[in-house]
């Protein structure tokens, strides 16, 4: 049986990381694995998240971590500990357990079929205005991106290492490694599961970290959007002509009625058509000068067990 490292980016997670401990080394007994790892990265905890860590690393050398020296994001966090990994197997996984250890025997049996990635693809109960935004981005982004992802398939997968190895290949800032992921290719499926509560606590990754990332993905995957403003400036150009055209026959006709509304709103319009090409364009020249900088995706702060 191949090694296998657990990769974790947790951030102010003080009440979940020895539960988490816990269901991890009992599904570990269950499938018979004696060659794994834990390996926590802690994302800048402000509680007592990396003491329970420690706690854990002074019991179990199996259980590794590193700390960062701020809070860099849970993109950066988990490529550190893609990088950081030395399992032929690698999975990543929330800490939370809402995605389930028990998967990880099915994708271990997945791996060993032939597979390269194995993404586990969450069916939620949830509803209302959270569950639309969702499905909404995951349908706007397959159709604007040349990369379509898997829906509702978050940063719980596993994946040996060739992929990894490509994935060492990328040094960018505007991280989505979802759709990294898919990009690389290899032979890759998808397992389905209930998605259950959490633990303990609430979620520390709010609406707007998640619309900061969804918007990182568009316009980190795609020239699509900017291709779509230059349709819809030559679609409202030939409405103009057209509209010109009729303007000078109505007028040649004496049939040329004022219309101040109708001016107004014409100039609004494309008003806002030209100020949202020029903010689009802005957002593709700031992320090459953020790439431009090469200023490094975090900084490391402690190790432990490594």
């Not at 993109?75 to 950081?84: F, R």
């Not at 379509?148 to 978050?154: E, G, K, Q, V, Y």
Request: hydrophobic fraction near 45%; aromatic fraction near 12%.
């Amino acid at each position: 049986m191949n090694a296998i490292c657990i990769i974790v980016p947790v951030y102010n997670e003080e009440g979940n990381i020895h539960p988490f401990y816990v269901h991890i080394v009992q599904q570990m007994q269950v499938l018979n694995l004696q060659k794994w790892t834990l390996l926590f990265i802690d994302d800048g905890s402000t509680d007592g998240t990396l003491k329970r860590i420690r706690e854990l690393a002074a019991m179990d050398n199996r259980v590794q971590a590193i700390a960062f020296s701020r809070h860099f994001g849970h993109q950066p966090a988990l490529m550190a500990g893609i990088q950081a990994a030395e399992a032929e197997w690698l999975v990543t996984m929330d800490g939370d357990l809402q995605h389930p250890p028990e998967l990880i025997g099915e994708m271990i049996s997945l791996l060993q079929q032939g597979y390269d990635i194995v993404h586990a693809q969450q069916i939620s109960r949830e509803s209302g205005l959270k569950a639309f935004l969702s499905k909404w981005f995951y349908s706007f982004y397959n159709f604007l991106s040349e990369t379509p992802i898997t829906p509702n398939a978050a940063d719980f997968r596993m994946f040996n290492q060739k992929v990894k190895q490509a994935l060492l290949q990328f040094h960018e800032n505007a991280l989505f490694i979802r759709g990294l992921i898919h990009w690389v290719g290899f032979k890759s499926t998808v397992i389905s599961y209930q998605k259950p509560p959490r633990l303990i606590g609430k979620t520390k990754y709010s609406f707007l970290k998640q619309l900061h990332l969804a918007w990182d993905a568009l316009i980190s995957f795609s020239f699509r959007p900017l291709r779509l403003v230059f349709l819809l400036g030559f679609f409202i150009g030939s409405l103009a002509f057209v509209f010109a055209i009729v303007a000078v026959v109505s007028h040649l006709f004496g049939k040329t009625i004022p219309g101040w509304t109708s001016l107004l709103l014409c100039i609004l319009f494309l008003g806002s058509i030209q100020l949202i090409a020029i903010g689009l364009l802005g957002e593709y020249l700031g992320k090459i000068y953020e790439e431009a900088k090469k200023r490094p995706l975090y900084l490391i702060r402690e190790t432990i067990n490594r």
